[in-house]
């Protein structure tokens, strides 16, 4: 997985947990983050990592997303290695 793919699926999993209420509500809680910090934040590489890694610790969320996707469950994961900073994983 190259870099454009892995932030083509940051942006579909935000796309996934924006419109899920309560994967948004927890998101925002584990987070801290306001609504209009989070839509600031999204283009960003190291936001992007955070929210795939915050689906990977949810496998409710990991595995509904993976469904609406047509993803395997790992892919998050290899996607969050590819835009993650060295030494953070």
Do not use: W, Y
């Not at 948004?24 to 795939?52: D, I, K, P």
């Amino acid at each position: 997985m190259n870099r454009d793919m892995a932030e083509i699926l940051a942006l579909q999993a935000l796309t996934f947990v924006v419109g899920d209420e309560k994967a948004r509500n927890t998101f925002l809680t584990q987070t801290g983050l306001s609504g209009a910090e989070m839509r600031a934040a999204a283009a960003t590489v190291e936001f992007q990592a955070g929210l795939l890694d915050f689906l990977t610790r949810h496998e409710d969320l990991l595995m509904a997303f993976c469904e609406s996707e047509g993803i395997a469950p790992d892919v998050p994961a290899r996607a969050h290695h590819v835009l993650a900073p060295p030494g953070t994983e």
